[in-house]
């Protein structure tokens, strides 16, 4: 069974917390994770371009002019894609960009992800982040305690309304319960920061 320490606020080593070997010694399945990647951005992307094709330009359908004797090309509609202002041809119309992944493949992806941020040393576990106000320049004071980097990921059981509040407005920091960390935001983040109940619930959907 393999360990990861465990520190304080003052970034001094309190303990350590148990991971499974078979965790930890999941290679790093780059296709994998970038297809979870993908179907999280494209899950999230909002589909609602659109264009007008011909059947709904505003336009009469009175022809334009008589059939023969004018010299020009047969018109019948303003609302012909060639003409201009007409109707779109095979524009981009609203829908769901979302495509399906198996379980199987998102679970190696999320193991696999865990697994080479820890090898990074892109994983920290706090014992605890309990806030006594929601000033930003607190959680600031403590995040340089711990001598993070500039992009940093939290990882909460709960996200206290302190904390919430607190880093809100520091653009580098993103706060998240477990229940809804996902591959893209491990990866986004040079430093991932586990509270430590969090990582304990956490590394059960691993298994």
Known sequence: MAT?????????ATGEIEIDDSILATPYHKRAVSD???Q????????????KNRALVAYSTRKLYRQKGTGSARAGSAKSPIRRHGGTIFGPQMRSHSFRLNKKAKKLATRSAFAE????EGVLVLDELKLTDNKTKN??????????????????????????????NLP??????????????????TKVVFIKDALE???ERLI
């Open 117 to 120: 941020k820890v090898r990074m």
């Open 40 to 51: 999280f951005l494209a899950a999230n992307q909002q589909g609602t371009h659109a264009t």
């Open 172 to 189: 580098n920091v993103h706060v998240l319960s477990f229940r809804s960390l996902n591959v893209y935001e491990m990866m986004n983040y």
């Open 36 to 38: 979870v990647v993908r």
């Open 139 to 168: 959680l600031k004071a403590l995040l340089n305690k711990l001598e993070l980097p500039a992009k940093v990921l939290i990882v909460v059981d709960q996200v206290s309304e302190n904390l919430r509040l607190a880093s809100r």
């Open 201 to 203: 619930a956490y590394k």
């Open 4 to 12: 990861l320490n465990t520190v304080d606020l003052k970034n001094k």
